[in-house]
């Protein structure tokens, strides 16, 4: 899997755990925390099946006593791994916010006159604010969907395996398909990204003249002007945050029907097990409801790049 990453994407993703490595301690704390919340929240869906089967079904309760605190129990510890992920990671985040833009003041105040002679200074200004926090993002985000969905897909499988491991192997034949699809999207996102990076420097740099120079553009009546640069620079920023929506859209829609087409399919084979004996109808509420658990999850992961 890992021959099949940009050579450029691993790169940069080398360079950003640069600055995330220092905080191991905190980072085991996110790991563990999002592996907790995955584990827990296939334990939930895993009780789906005795309380069907038990309680609904059979209506036998004294067997199933146990399961109102089982739930309790599961809501707990979910609240607390949750706590523990997104404290952990914020802190992470704002660190390397924090170490990138100190870096990144440090070095424009060791760069010659003639570099910012060269270059003008929204782009500067963009990197400092806007790129930095988009480096937060993935640190943030992108680890949490990297870890975290990952991990709750792989516990899913197994409470589908646990249950029905034929159906199982119905659903993964339709994970290839949406690892191409991602692949395809990202290349998409990536572009897209960039150039909307680009785009938010021009505006801060129509903005900031604007703002140092208001006298010169009054005194010369500049206003028509500079409204048209700020129009043009805003609408080549508005066109790429466009496309952007148009191709997750895309890709969240057709990652929905793939699954659509999948479930139906499941459902139908469901019936049949169904039929057989093979397949109770508490194992085909908790099977079901693993499928619905990796939705969200798969969705996360098509729009992580």
Do not use: C
């Not at 490595?21 to 789906?48: D, N, Q, R, W, Y």
């Not at 500067?124 to 806007?130: A, G, H, K, N």
């Not at 805003?234 to 790429?240: E, F, M, P, T, Y």
């Amino acid at each position: 899997m890992s021959k099949r990453i940009d050579p450029e994407v691993r790169v940069i993703y080398r360079r950003l755990w640069g600055y995330v490595t220092p905080h191991k301690l905190i980072g085991f704390i996110a790991v563990v925390g999002m592996a907790s919340t995955a584990v827990v929240e296939a334990g939930l869906v895993a009780l789906l099946a005795p309380l069907t089967d038990e309680a609904l079904v059979a209506k036998q309760l004294e067997t199933v006593r146990w399961i109102p605190y089982a739930f309790m129990v599961i809501f707990v510890l979910r609240g607390i791994s949750g706590f523990a992920t997104e404290a952990s990671l914020g802190w992470i985040g704002r660190q390397v916010i924090s170490d990138l833009r100190r870096q990144l003041f440090h070095k424009f105040l060791t760069l010659p006159a003639s570099f910012f002679d060269a270059q003008t200074s929204g782009p500067l200004l963009s990197r400092m604010t806007y790129n930095v926090e988009m480096v937060a993002e993935s640190v943030t985000s992108v680890v949490t969907i990297a870890v975290r969905d990952v991990l709750t897909v792989i516990a899913a499988f197994g409470v589908m395996i646990w249950y029905s491991p034929m159906l199982t192997i119905f659903v993964a034949i339709l994970v290839p398909i949406v690892a191409a699809l991602v692949r395809l999207l990202g290349v998409a996102f990536r572009r897209y990204s960039g150039r909307i990076q680009d785009s938010v420097g021009e505006v801060t740099q129509v903005t900031e003249e604007v703002i140092r120079g208001n006298s010169v553009v009054r005194a010369f009546g500049g206003h028509d002007y500079e409204r048209d640069r700020l129009d043009d620079a805003d609408g080549r920023n508005r066109k790429q945050h466009l496309k952007m929506i148009r191709v997750r859209s895309l890709g969240v829609a057709v990652t929905q029907l793939v699954f659509g087409i999948g479930l139906a399919l499941v459902i139908y084979l469901a019936a049949r097990e169904s039929l057989n004996d093979r397949l109770s109808a508490g194992e085909f509420i908790a099977f079901f409801s693993a499928m619905m658990l990796m939705l969200q999850p798969l969705r996360r992961i098509t729009n992580v790049n």
